[in-house]
């Protein structure tokens, strides 16, 4: 059973078009966060949001949190091929906050 | 700081052979993530530890795996035996104060089990 459903999978995109990828679930959390992962690394955590409807920017990237705090979304303005990578959300649940991983979109921005 | 390390990088080896990946947190993160990540279920978490002590394990597919942490500095996550759907990316996080802080993942350790 997956928690967490990113879409879309796979993005292919020319640069300085814009894109939103989305994190969807039927379950609630108390936090979610992205993360941006490179070939050959580890995930590196880009945003935490917490509060239902939260909306966070970090330069050219815009994250909101869903009113219900289920779903979630990342849009990239004017993207440039240094935002290729893959995309995963987690969410954090129980007493824990132990995180749930989404199966992560990959993106590539083509020069 | 050197960021969480760890080894080997990559490992190939033969079904039925013992493998230890090893890992190296962050001085002064109290709390040690074990996750798994295959392209078929993504990236899971395996087992985590806080101040050396084993908190949770459910993540942790069979017998066939265990995890130690012996000291603040050192952490193993061994399969015995190994089977070919043990391949994936094994990856090591550290933080300061559990799933609420940032995690800090390493580079992760590729594994082939021929």
């Known amino acids: 059973t997956q928690l967490l459903k990113q879409s879309p999978q796979f993005l292919s995109i020319q640069e300085g078009e814009n894109l939103t990828v989305y994190c969807n679930s039927s379950s609630v959390f108390s936090s979610l966060q992205w993360y941006r992962q490179e070939p050959g690394e580890g995930p590196v955590l880009l945003v935490t949001?917490?509060?239902?409807?939260e909306v966070k920017k970090l330069k050219r990237l815009t994250f909101q949190f869903g009113d219900a705090r289920k779903d979630s979304s990342l849009h990239i303005t004017a993207a440039q091929p240094g935002d290729t990578g893959l995309y995963l959300c987690a969410g954090a649940r129980g007493n824990t906050g132990k995180l749930i991983f989404g199966q992560g979109t990959t993106l590539q921005v083509k020069p | 700081d050197a960021g969480v390390i760890q080894s080997p990088r990559h490992e190939v080896t033969e079904m039925g052979q013992e493998v230890t990946l090893r890992c190296k947190p962050i001085?002064?993160?109290?709390?040690l993530f074990w996750y798994r990540q295959t392209m078929m279920r993504g990236l899971e978490l395996l087992i985590y530890?806080?101040?050396?002590?084993?908190?949770?394990d459910s993540g942790m597919p069979e017998d066939r795996f265990s995890a130690k942490m012996p000291n603040a500095s050192f952490s193993t996550l061994k399969i015995q035996p190994s089977e070919p759907r043990d391949s994936a990316v094994y990856f090591c996080a550290s933080s300061s104060r559990g799933f609420g802080e940032t995690q800090y993942f390493g580079p992760g350790t590729r594994l082939l089990v021929l």
């Open positions: 001085s002064g993160h109290d709390y």
């Open positions: 949001v917490v509060t239902g409807g």
């Open positions: 530890f806080n101040n050396n002590v084993p908190i949770d």
